[in-house]
Nanobody
């Protein structure tokens, strides 16, 4: 199994920045990709961004508009989400996930991001 621990959420004013971190442990050698989803109150969970673990290829949701950047540190087994120009509609619980080569997906516990207007 892969265990994921997120950090870095909090309260920020609109236009501000936050950086989320997600540290992986356990079967990290079997990770295929890591990424972030988010879930706003009353809405379904949606994709934010992902990065392939070996090649570092990144993918973003269209609505990101270039404001978020995902990166990974293979030595620390950590993925980051740098969020800039935050908007109130970015308020959500952000969940880190890891996909294994065997097809399993593991989730972190989530970290709250609140953007005030």
């Amino acid at each position: 199994q892969v265990q994921l621990v997120e950090s870095g959420g909090g309260l920020v004013q609109a236009g501000g920045s936050l950086r989320l971190s997600c540290a992986a442990s356990g079967r990290t050698f079997s990770m295929l990709r890591m990424g972030w989803n988010r879930q706003a109150p009353g809405k379904e969970r949606e994709f934010v961004a992902s990065v392939s673990w070996s090649a570092g290829m990144t993918y973003y949701a269209d609505y990101m508009e270039g404001r978020f950047t995902i990166s990974r540190d293979n030595i620390r087994n950590t993925v980051y989400l740098q969020m800039n120009a935050l908007k109130p509609e970015d308020t959500a619980i952000y969940y880190c996930y890891a996909d294994e080569t065997r097809g399993n997906r593991y989730w972190g516990q989530g970290t709250q991001v609140t953007v005030s207007s």
